[in-house]
Protein backbone atom coordinates (compact mmCIF):
# COMPACT_ATOMS: atom_id res chain seq x y z
CA UNK A 1 0.00 0.00 0.00
CA UNK A 2 1.75 3.46 -1.44
CA UNK A 3 -1.34 6.05 -0.23
CA UNK A 4 -4.44 5.78 1.76
CA UNK A 5 -7.61 5.39 -0.34
CA UNK A 6 -9.65 8.67 -0.46
CA UNK A 7 -12.38 9.53 -3.15
CA UNK A 8 -11.02 11.82 -5.79
CA UNK A 9 -14.17 14.69 -5.25
CA UNK A 10 -16.84 15.53 -3.05
CA UNK A 11 -19.35 18.46 -3.21
CA UNK A 12 -22.10 20.30 -1.37
CA UNK A 13 -24.19 23.47 -1.47
CA UNK A 14 -23.52 26.74 0.66
CA UNK A 15 -24.82 25.13 4.18
CA UNK A 16 -25.27 21.68 3.64
CA UNK A 17 -22.39 18.91 4.69
CA UNK A 18 -19.98 17.11 3.22
CA UNK A 19 -17.90 13.95 4.32
CA UNK A 20 -14.37 12.77 2.86
CA UNK A 21 -13.43 9.24 3.48
CA UNK A 22 -10.07 8.18 4.46
CA UNK A 23 -9.31 4.31 3.90
CA UNK A 24 -6.57 2.69 5.60
CA UNK A 25 -5.43 -0.95 7.13
CA UNK A 26 -4.90 -1.80 10.58
CA UNK A 27 -1.66 -1.30 10.10
CA UNK A 28 -2.05 2.84 10.00
CA UNK A 29 -5.62 4.62 10.07
CA UNK A 30 -6.91 1.08 12.06
CA UNK A 31 -3.98 0.92 15.04
CA UNK A 32 -3.37 4.31 15.64
CA UNK A 33 -4.93 7.64 16.89
CA UNK A 34 -2.29 9.40 14.83
CA UNK A 35 -4.69 10.24 11.52
CA UNK A 36 -4.55 14.26 10.38
CA UNK A 37 -6.02 16.44 7.76
CA UNK A 38 -4.92 18.92 5.97
CA UNK A 39 -6.64 21.79 3.71
CA UNK A 40 -4.76 22.90 -0.06
CA UNK A 41 -5.66 25.57 -1.56
CA UNK A 42 -4.25 25.89 -5.25
CA UNK A 43 -0.76 27.20 -5.28
CA UNK A 44 -0.58 27.43 -1.68
CA UNK A 45 1.12 24.89 0.91
CA UNK A 46 -1.52 22.64 2.56
CA UNK A 47 -2.64 23.68 6.24
CA UNK A 48 -3.29 21.14 8.90
CA UNK A 49 -7.04 21.37 10.53
CA UNK A 50 -7.36 18.21 12.55
CA UNK A 51 -4.61 16.02 14.34
CA UNK A 52 -4.53 12.97 16.23
CA UNK A 53 -8.05 11.94 14.74
CA UNK A 54 -10.58 14.46 16.27
CA UNK A 55 -8.17 17.50 17.67
CA UNK A 56 -8.16 20.67 15.91
CA UNK A 57 -5.31 23.48 15.88
CA UNK A 58 -6.19 26.95 16.95
CA UNK A 59 -7.80 28.76 14.72
CA UNK A 60 -9.62 26.55 12.87
CA UNK A 61 -13.63 26.39 12.80
CA UNK A 62 -15.09 23.83 14.65
CA UNK A 63 -17.09 23.67 10.89
CA UNK A 64 -14.36 20.87 10.52
CA UNK A 65 -14.45 17.39 12.87
CA UNK A 66 -12.89 14.14 12.39
CA UNK A 67 -13.52 10.64 13.34
CA UNK A 68 -12.19 7.17 12.95
CA UNK A 69 -14.31 4.05 12.47
CA UNK A 70 -12.33 0.42 11.65
CA UNK A 71 -9.25 1.32 9.32
CA UNK A 72 -11.38 4.38 7.82
CA UNK A 73 -11.35 8.25 9.00
CA UNK A 74 -13.20 10.80 8.26
CA UNK A 75 -13.32 14.62 7.87
CA UNK A 76 -16.80 16.57 7.87
CA UNK A 77 -16.68 20.26 7.37
CA UNK A 78 -20.49 20.90 7.89
CA UNK A 79 -22.27 24.40 6.84
CA UNK A 80 -20.06 24.11 3.99
CA UNK A 81 -18.77 28.09 2.70
CA UNK A 82 -16.82 29.16 -0.88
CA UNK A 83 -13.80 29.41 0.91
CA UNK A 84 -14.22 25.47 1.81
CA UNK A 85 -13.63 25.04 -1.86
CA UNK A 86 -10.02 23.31 -2.01
CA UNK A 87 -7.99 19.55 -1.89
CA UNK A 88 -8.16 18.07 1.14
CA UNK A 89 -5.69 15.23 1.97
CA UNK A 90 -5.62 12.56 5.18
CA UNK A 91 -2.18 11.39 6.80
CA UNK A 92 -1.42 8.66 9.33
CA UNK A 93 1.19 7.01 11.19
CA UNK A 94 2.01 3.72 9.99
CA UNK A 95 3.48 1.27 12.27
CA UNK A 96 4.23 -1.54 9.48
CA UNK A 97 6.43 1.49 7.52
CA UNK A 98 7.80 3.25 10.99
CA UNK A 99 6.91 6.21 8.97
CA UNK A 100 3.81 7.29 7.38
CA UNK A 101 1.71 8.82 4.32
CA UNK A 102 -0.96 10.18 2.78
CA UNK A 103 -4.24 9.93 1.78
CA UNK A 104 -4.70 9.86 -2.52
CA UNK A 105 -6.81 13.31 -2.10
CA UNK A 106 -10.03 14.85 -2.42
CA UNK A 107 -11.21 17.85 -4.18
CA UNK A 108 -14.13 19.38 -2.34
CA UNK A 109 -16.47 21.79 -4.70
CA UNK A 110 -19.16 23.88 -3.52
CA UNK A 111 -21.74 24.15 -5.67
CA UNK B 1 6.84 35.93 13.62
CA UNK B 2 6.75 32.07 13.16
CA UNK B 3 7.53 30.42 9.74
CA UNK B 4 9.43 28.09 7.70
CA UNK B 5 11.74 29.82 4.77
CA UNK B 6 12.74 27.89 1.53
CA UNK B 7 15.21 28.19 -0.82
CA UNK B 8 14.83 29.32 -4.27
CA UNK B 9 13.62 27.61 -6.91
CA UNK B 10 16.11 24.91 -8.88
CA UNK B 11 16.54 23.49 -12.06
CA UNK B 12 18.66 20.94 -12.74
CA UNK B 13 19.60 17.94 -15.31
CA UNK B 14 18.63 14.14 -15.17
CA UNK B 15 21.47 12.65 -12.73
CA UNK B 16 22.49 15.50 -10.74
CA UNK B 17 21.64 16.66 -7.18
CA UNK B 18 19.63 19.40 -5.33
CA UNK B 19 19.78 20.83 -1.97
CA UNK B 20 17.10 22.18 -0.75
CA UNK B 21 17.19 24.69 2.55
CA UNK B 22 14.65 25.60 5.28
CA UNK B 23 15.03 28.66 7.85
CA UNK B 24 13.21 27.99 10.79
CA UNK B 25 12.21 31.23 13.00
CA UNK B 26 9.67 32.55 15.46
CA UNK B 27 10.06 29.17 17.82
CA UNK B 28 12.70 27.12 19.24
CA UNK B 29 14.18 25.20 16.39
CA UNK B 30 14.75 22.17 18.44
CA UNK B 31 11.31 21.92 19.92
CA UNK B 32 10.14 19.83 17.09
CA UNK B 33 11.28 17.71 14.39
CA UNK B 34 11.41 18.90 10.60
CA UNK B 35 9.80 16.58 7.74
CA UNK B 36 10.09 17.21 3.87
CA UNK B 37 7.01 16.65 1.96
CA UNK B 38 6.91 17.08 -1.83
CA UNK B 39 4.01 17.14 -4.48
CA UNK B 40 4.26 16.89 -8.31
CA UNK B 41 2.36 18.74 -10.70
CA UNK B 42 -1.25 18.28 -10.17
CA UNK B 43 -0.83 15.18 -7.70
CA UNK B 44 -0.99 14.36 -4.27
CA UNK B 45 1.42 14.84 -1.23
CA UNK B 46 4.74 12.25 -0.54
CA UNK B 47 6.15 11.82 2.68
CA UNK B 48 9.76 12.02 1.96
CA UNK B 49 11.27 11.52 5.61
CA UNK B 50 12.20 13.20 8.38
CA UNK B 51 14.72 14.35 11.07
CA UNK B 52 15.60 15.15 14.49
CA UNK B 53 16.37 18.61 15.26
CA UNK B 54 17.81 17.41 18.76
CA UNK B 55 20.32 14.37 17.81
CA UNK B 56 19.90 14.16 13.53
CA UNK B 57 18.14 10.98 14.14
CA UNK B 58 16.63 10.28 10.45
CA UNK B 59 13.96 8.19 9.09
CA UNK B 60 13.72 8.17 5.24
CA UNK B 61 10.62 6.98 3.16
CA UNK B 62 11.20 3.52 1.66
CA UNK B 63 11.31 5.41 -1.85
CA UNK B 64 13.96 7.71 -0.90
CA UNK B 65 16.04 5.78 0.85
CA UNK B 66 19.56 5.34 -0.92
CA UNK B 67 19.35 8.83 -2.61
CA UNK B 68 17.99 11.39 0.20
CA UNK B 69 20.45 13.10 2.90
CA UNK B 70 18.15 15.09 5.81
CA UNK B 71 20.29 17.73 7.57
CA UNK B 72 20.06 20.41 10.07
CA UNK B 73 22.63 23.27 11.29
CA UNK B 74 21.15 23.97 14.75
CA UNK B 75 23.02 27.53 14.75
CA UNK B 76 21.21 28.62 12.11
CA UNK B 77 18.41 26.42 12.63
CA UNK B 78 18.19 25.48 8.94
CA UNK B 79 17.07 22.11 8.16
CA UNK B 80 18.31 20.88 4.70
CA UNK B 81 17.11 18.17 2.35
CA UNK B 82 19.72 16.64 -0.71
CA UNK B 83 18.45 14.52 -3.71
CA UNK B 84 20.54 12.78 -5.68
CA UNK B 85 20.47 11.05 -9.02
CA UNK B 86 17.26 13.34 -10.20
CA UNK B 87 15.35 11.40 -12.34
CA UNK B 88 12.30 13.48 -14.42
CA UNK B 89 9.64 12.38 -12.10
CA UNK B 90 11.44 13.64 -9.01
CA UNK B 91 10.05 17.26 -10.51
CA UNK B 92 7.56 18.82 -7.79
CA UNK B 93 7.37 21.22 -5.34
CA UNK B 94 9.27 20.12 -2.16
CA UNK B 95 7.94 21.14 1.05
CA UNK B 96 9.76 21.46 4.81
CA UNK B 97 7.32 21.00 7.60
CA UNK B 98 7.73 21.29 11.64
CA UNK B 99 6.79 17.68 12.93
CA UNK B 100 6.82 14.09 12.20
CA UNK B 101 5.19 10.80 12.04
CA UNK B 102 7.51 9.98 14.91
CA UNK B 103 5.59 12.25 16.90
CA UNK B 104 1.71 12.91 16.50
CA UNK B 105 2.32 13.24 13.40
CA UNK B 106 0.52 16.81 13.08
CA UNK B 107 2.42 19.18 10.12
CA UNK B 108 1.61 22.34 11.94
CA UNK B 109 3.50 24.71 10.07
CA UNK B 110 4.63 24.43 6.41
CA UNK B 111 7.64 26.05 4.38
CA UNK B 112 6.46 28.19 1.24
CA UNK B 113 7.40 25.50 -1.08
CA UNK B 114 10.62 25.41 -3.58
CA UNK B 115 9.85 23.89 -7.03
CA UNK B 116 12.64 21.77 -8.52
CA UNK B 117 12.51 20.86 -12.08
CA UNK B 118 14.35 18.12 -13.66
CA UNK B 119 14.81 19.06 -17.11
CA UNK B 120 16.99 18.05 -20.37
Known amino acids: QSALTQPPSASGSPGQSVTISCTGTSNDVGGYNYVSWYQQHPGKAPKLIIYEVTKRPSGVPDRFSGSTSGNTASLTVSGLQAEDEADYYCSSYSGSRNGGFFGTGTRVTVL | QVQLLQSGGEVKKPGASVKVSCQAS????????ISWVRQAPGQGLEWMGWISTNNGNTNYGQNFQGRVTMTTDTSTSTAYMELRSLRFDDTAVYYC?????????????WGQGTLVTVSS
Open chain 2, 97 to 109: VRGSFAGNGAFDL
Open chain 2, 26 to 33: GYTFTSKA
